[in-house]
């Protein structure tokens, strides 16, 4: 007998040159996974964590008990929205490349996620979004010049110039700062959740970690915090397969599913497929519902496909074979829910190039006025005394100095 | 008025806030039905409820996290860290999160969140209950900190802290939450009863977050400190039989360096002290300030007495600690300067 016990050292199943492998996702076929009440205990419903929820089916027929039954006009504006996030990732992924901004992070692949989601809360709900969420800034009316200038740090940039790209806010529409330190606001939407009890309001709050950053202790403080209090909060894991080079199964997703994470702790999870519209939005109104009647948190993961690079700093192609994404089984949210409107004869494909095109012109609208505010080589710039505020309530005077002395430096007199 | 310890101070002003303003809670392990492990928080439970006094689990990280969470959506959550070399589970949430929330985003978004925690050596605390951590905060940008000496201060700098918009670092030196501690671990413990400073009003006031106090007046020396040195500074500038001038600077971020100014230019010889260990301690920060202010009015190096560089020991508190004698030593070498 080995007295030498071998560590696993977790691979995925495919590298550059490999044929794609997903024979590990385990999938239930749509509408097999039943729908249980949304005052079930959580003890009856584990399975649910492990399955995986799914709406429609490979012919875009939508099926079984979650089918959401949600109206065509509702449909199609979840598609415009996928599209627009699409049309507007393409638009700043090729700014960055011709040197406009920074850096940039697309959300290709996963749009579903953001607006399945984001159309099964309330206005008054808080959500606390991670960085590949943009969706949800975009279907919460932050506006893309908004959203644009903030990529260009430019005059009417919305973190006056301290954030790097797409890391966006937007309170009057309930949304929070994103934060660049992974998994931090898990545990904060917790609190603000917490807070709306206390306080004896029925707004709950939600969050979003990748598969990745379910390694951090913050997203175990989270989920602890959450069971233990019952507070009000949705939190979600956008399970994408890939967190920058490393595989899922390299933060743990190899024996049990993300979903099952909050089991242990009484909590339910949800395993659902990412790229279903109808099943996100499904599951999410189920778990945003239970939440708001006292029923507590759940957790959610969705599975899902990163279908472009980590960022405009990397490149995939080094650690994952290149064509992956066209062999995922769950496929493309933007094409199944265009095929699945087709399908029910309320779509087509001329209404569906028309649309591309608006939101091509609509995005290419909002650049041509969003550099007018200044680009990082083109004036206006911002005032580089914005620099200084903010850091407290009120300037302290150390601060007011050192304001003071690089205004001087700089010759700037105000 | 009523004659308090550190400890009733500090519950007073808990007591206030949460009778005053309904958006403060009080959030932290073991201080609901128990009342803290140094009492700090014992009957509010039972008189605010279990929905503002809350016990949390033991993860310092998901306290901070969560409480910066309450303070997004209104509410005043003041935390207690059960001692501050539990602090750093946390210390990620403090730098990345509750410093930076309003910076980054343009003053739309902030948590005014107060985190209360023991600190400091002098109680048999060995390397893991008595470290003094406060320069680690100091060096962050956008919390502000500090550390209290008296009753009367605690109350009315706490109160502060919780009122302010800004998050604050609230540091409580353990080894006087029942008495001012002289430096002399040879006499017996001292209780609050007869200072003056353990007078302390029955409501609300309060005491700056920018504003150090100059407790001792004199002429030949300045010393520059904070926390249980304090104590320990005023009996070493009398048994060295000097006329120093004593700051306890109270507030360590934001500094109020027009006191130290003036008073070093006054006296042209500075001493700083504090438990700390001396190496980037907060000190320095000190000693570089009155370098550029005062450079042309001193007549000696600035002195440090501090922590030695080294985890804080068990068996050898007291060669440790920077007790009277050593302040004395300092002081005399300073005064011996021509």
């Given at each position: 007998?080995?007295k ?9 199943t ?22 249980p ?5 959580a ?6 964590a ?18 959401p ?8 504006e ?57 969706g ?19 005059s ?14 937007n ?22 959740a ?20 379910t390694a ?76 708001r ?6 957790l ?29 089984p ?13 399908k ?12 591309e ?9 909002a650049?041509?006025?969003a ?6 080589t ?20 150390h ?16 | ?6 400890i ?12 005053k303003?309904p ?10 039905y ?9 009957g ?48 990620d949430?403090?730098v990345?999160e ?5 910076y980054?985003?343009s003053?739309?978004?902030f ?71 002289n ?17 302390v009003?029955d409501?609300y ?6 504003k150090a ?12 400190t904070y ?9 070493a ?34 001493m ?65 300067i021509?």
């Open positions: 007998m080995t030498n016990p071998k560590l696993h050292i977790p691979q995925p495919a590298r550059p040159g490999d044929a794609p492998d997903f024979s590990y996702l385990n999938l239930s076929p749509a509408g097999s996974v039943e729908r009440p949304i005052d079930a205990r003890a009856d419903i584990e399975h649910l492990l399955e995986m929820v799914r709406v429609l089916d490979d012919d875009h027929v939508a099926k079984g008990p979650w089918d039954g949600l109206d065509t006009e509702t449909l199609i979840a598609l415009r929205l996928m599209v627009l996030t699409r049309t507007y990732d393409e638009r700043m992924q090729r700014m960055q490349r011709q040197g406009k901004i920074t850096f940039y992070m697309q959300a290709l692949g996963e749009e579903a996620v953001s607006i399945g989601q984001g159309l099964a809360f309330e206005p008054g709900d808080m959500l606390f979004p991670a960085y590949r969420n943009q949800l800034y975009i279907m919460r009316d932050t506006g893309l010049v908004n959203m644009m200038c903030q990529c260009l740090s430019n009417r940039d919305m973190c006056k110039g301290r954030q790097m790209p797409i890391f966006y806010q309170k009057k529409s309930n949304l929070f700062t994103i934060s660049g330190n992974l998994a931090t606001q898990f545990p904060q939407a917790v609190g603000w917490m807070g709306s009890s206390i306080k004896g309001e029925d707004h709950i709050a939600a969050s979003w970690v990748g598969d990745g950053s951090e202790a913050d997203f175990h403080y989270a989920l602890t915090f959450a069971a233990v209090y019952n507070a009000p909060v949705v939190l979600n894991v956008t399970n994408n397969q890939w967190a920058i080079s490393t595989f899922q199964g390299t933060a743990g997703g190899e024996r049990r599913p993300f979903a099952a994470r909050g089991l242990g702790l009484g909590m339910p999870g949800i395993r659902v497929d990412g790229n279903d519209l109808l099943a996100v939005y499904a599951v999410t109104r189920w778990a945003a519902d239970r939440a009647s006292g029923g507590g948190p759940t959610i993961e969705l599975v899902t496909y990163r279908g472009g690079a980590h960022s405009t700093s990397d490149d995939p192609s080094r650690y994952r074979p290149k064509d992956e994404w066209k062999f995922f769950l496929g493309d949210p933007v094409v199944r829910l265009k095929q699945h409107l087709i029910e004869g309320n779509w087509s494909e001329e209404q569906h190039s028309a649309m095109v608006e939101m091509k012109t609509t995005v290419i609208e650049w041509k006025e550099i007018t505010y200044g680009t990082m083109e004036p206006p710039f911002l005032d580089v005394k914005l620099m200084f505020e903010d850091v407290f309530a009120e300037m302290p005077d601060l007011k100095k050192q304001q003071e002395k690089l205004l001087k430096m700089q010759g700037v007199t105000s | 008025m009523s004659q308090m310890s550190m009733q101070a500090i519950r007073s002003a808990h007591d206030v806030m949460l009778e303003d958006s403060v809670i009080a959030f932290g392990q073991d201080i609901g128990f009342g803290g492990v140094f009492r700090c928080t014992e509010l439970q039972k008189k605010y409820g279990e929905h503002r006094v809350i016990d949390a689990p033991i993860a310092e990280g998901g306290i901070v996290g969560t409480a910066i969470g309450l303070g997004i959506n209104g509410l005043r959550p003041v935390v207690e860290i059960q001692f501050a070399d539990y602090i750093y589970p946390g210390f949430q403090i990345s509750l410093s930076r929330l309003r980054r985003s003053g739309e978004f948590s005014p969140v107060t985190i209360r925690t023991p600190c400091g050596g002098g109680i048999r605390g060995g390397q893991t209950h008595s470290q003094s951590p406060e320069g680690i905060f100091t060096h962050l940008s956008g919390v502000k900190t500090v550390m209290v000496s008296n009753p009367y201060d605690a109350k009315g700098l706490l109160i502060s802290a919780i009122e302010s918009d800004d998050p604050v670092i609230f540091f409580e030196p353990k080894r006087i939450y029942n008495g001012p501690f430096g002399d671990p040879e006499q017996p413990p001292v209780s609050w009863a007869t200072h003056p400073k353990g007078e009003p409501g006031y309060t005491v700056p977050l920018d106090e100059i407790v001792e007046e004199g002429e030949d020396l300045t010393i520059i926390g249980t040195i304090v104590h320990v500074a005023q009996a500038a009398k048994k060295a039989g000097v006329s120093a001038e004593i700051i306890d600077v109270r507030t360590l971020m934001p500094l109020d360096v027009d006191t130290i100014r003036d008073s070093v230019n006054k006296t042209g010889r500075a700083v002290a504090h438990e700390a260990t001396r190496f980037c301690g907060y000190g320095a920060e000190l000693v570089a300030t009155i370098q550029k202010e005062c450079f042309w009015h001193l007549e000696a190096p600035i002195s440090r007495v501090t922590g030695w560089d080294t985890p804080y020991p068990h068996a050898f508190e007291w060669q440790y600690f920077p007790v009277q004698q050593r302040l004395v030593n300092g002081i005399r070498s300073l005064m011996e021509e």
